[in-house]
């Protein structure tokens, strides 16, 4: 059974920012609040937002507010996120706050969080959450 959430587009995290191709409207562009050089850019895609943040430019972090609609479809789109973003490395779950679980690709070059209260999946780079935090 399909749902919207199947076919979210699936992004280059370090790809240069003029090759990011988001299938969706641009909503908005700011500065980042937490990164200097950063910037954000808001898309409306079929299912929810995306939030791409650009730095140095290239892609350093995608956001999905996407919500699901049930629990197998949440479990399906993450399961179709974290293979692409991990390319073919595991990822190894670091913390489980009750709210929701953060991740470090096994190779600890990328990291995930997946906000399972709101439904909103993150994947970066760790140069980039090293600067933001």
């Not at 895609?45 to 650009?54: E, H, Q």
Request: glycine fraction near 10%; charged fraction near 25%; aromatic fraction near 10%.
């Amino acid at each position: 059974m399909d749902c919207l959430t199947d076919d979210l587009p699936l992004l280059e995290l370090l790809c240069a920012a003029d090759e990011v191709r988001v299938p969706g409207e641009l909503e908005s562009s700011c500065p980042h609040e937490n990164a200097p050089d950063a910037v954000t850019d808001t898309y409306v895609v079929d299912g929810g937002r995306l939030l791409l943040t650009l730095w140095h430019g290239r892609l350093h972090e995608v956001i999905y507010r996407t919500p699901a609609e049930s629990v197998e479809d949440a479990s399906r789109r993450n399961d179709r996120l974290f293979a692409h973003y991990g390319q073919g490395d595991g990822w190894t779950e670091i913390l489980d706050n009750g709210f929701g679980r953060t991740y470090r690709r096994t190779d600890q070059q990328r990291y995930a969080l997946w906000g399972y209260a709101m439904d909103i999946t993150t994947f970066g780079t760790m140069g980039f959450h090293q600067v933001k935090w």
